[in-house]
């Protein structure tokens, strides 16, 4: 499965926490990340991430774009609710799209957690079975 994880940078470190701890499992599947977020995963757990751009320079709407063609199975986005962002219009486009293709989007650490644990156990298989297999879109990663 592809996965997204993005964090703003108040959350960042419950992000990378949560990678830590799931990285059984995320290691078994392809990492995509916003550019900040992307870099510390990589260099606080080992895991392998292929990133796009910061967040405020497109990074969302780059993955939004996968959404958009349905090659993004699980957008996992803790996002800060207490700070204003400069790209909001991004966010809530990335947040619309994965409404609109019906991907499974964790914005919060319970959500994220159900998720993955849905995952581990086969609960998204649905998603391989209408797609096809993912995990070829981006070879470099
Ligand atoms: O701003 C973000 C998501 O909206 C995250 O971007 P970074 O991972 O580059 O900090």
């Known amino acids: 499965m ?4 993005i964090a703003h940078d108040n959350k960042k470190d419950l992000l990378v ?8 499992i995320l290691s078994n599947h392809n990492l995509f990340a916003t550019g900040t977020t992307g870099s510390r995963i990589m260099n606080e757990t080992g895991l392998t991430v ?4 910061s967040g405020p320079y497109g990074g969302d709407q780059e993955i939004g774009a996968l959404v958009a063609n349905n090659k993004m199975d699980i957008v996992i986005f803790f996002r ?8 909001e219009p991004d966010i ?11 991907v499974p989007l964790a914005t919060n650490l319970g ?19 209408v797609n096809g297999k993912s995990g070829e879109i981006i070879e470099n990663n």
């Open 17 to 24: 926490g949560f990678a830590t701890a799931y990285k059984g």
């Open 92 to 102: 809530t486009a990335l947040i619309r799209l994965c409404d609109v293709y019906a």
């Open 111 to 129: 959500t994220a957690e159900i998720l993955i644990k849905g995952l581990e156990r086969g609960d998204l298989a649905w998603r391989t079975i």
């Open 80 to 87: 800060d609710p207490l700070t204003a962002q400069p790209h």
């Open 50 to 53: 292929h990133r796009f751009q």
């Open 2 to 5: 592809n996965i997204a994880l």
